[in-house]
């Protein structure tokens, strides 16, 4: 990529791993994200990620508890060491160098869905509360209040609709644990046959169990039969948890991700409209 070079110089003058640096010492590549702007920095000696959040995030991401909550997420072995951050989110991280991008086809790989569901219940079992928490009910609103008022009209019925939905579950969702809450696939890297890494952690929290699933479900697309049988590997390790739920909890966080999207991104909406229409069963 042509980079603007005043740019990465004044990054590398804030991190100290890159202070001695300058920018043509590096091939420099974006990296797909919709919350930050990513960079793939490389040379003969070192292959990083560095993360600049964009404007306007700090508003709605507690960049304290992301960092508390990533120690945690490493001490497991589910997310790899930052090299440095700074409070606001900036930060530099080694390169996976043989990861790629979970796909929604892994999804139908046995080997690979079980190591992924194995991942997701040591963080959900794990003894370590995150710093945080995540309140449905009061994040529908307020996503929806920014939405841009040509996407509104059309997202509120839509808003009242999860409402009341979750009014019919409510009280069987009392359980919280430590969770990712952004499980789309671009955030779990595959590394060989064995290794699975989960990263950006921005979103995680103390959230139902639901969450994660929902969020992986709806990010993946699968059909009732594997949304089952991926239930099923999860309670294998971790807590009984009920399909009727989870589908709820799928319209749930699409429509919260509609909202997302409607407000930070420029992004068509009718494909995942279409899909959360699906959910009207």
Known sequence: MKIDESYFAELFRIIPLLKSCHPQDFRIDRVSGFTNNNYRLRNQQHDWILRVP??????????????????????????PKSLWRSPGGLSLTPTCRQTRNFQAQDMYEMALREKLMMNICRLHTSDNDFHGSVDLLKLLPEYLALVPKEH????KPFV?????????IEKY?????????????ENILVEGPGRIWIIDWEYSAMASPYWDLATLCN??????GYTEE????????????????????QFLLQLLSICWMAVFTEQDLEYELDYLNSFYY
């Open 230 to 249: 991926l239930l099923a590997l999860y309670k294998k390790d971790c807590a009984e948890l009920e399909l009727d739920i989870l589908l709820i909890y």
């Open 219 to 224: 990010a993946s697309r699968l059909d009732a």
């Open 54 to 79: 964009k404007d306007k995030t700090n508003i709605y991401i507690n960049r304290d508890n992301e960092a508390l909550n990533i120690q945690h997420a490493n001490a497991l072995g589910l997310a």
């Open 152 to 155: 509104k009209l059309t997202l």
């Open 173 to 185: 969702d009392n359980k919280r644990v430590p969770s990712h809450n952004d499980l789309v696939l």
């Open 160 to 168: 009242h609709e999860a409402l009341t939905k979750y009014s019919l």
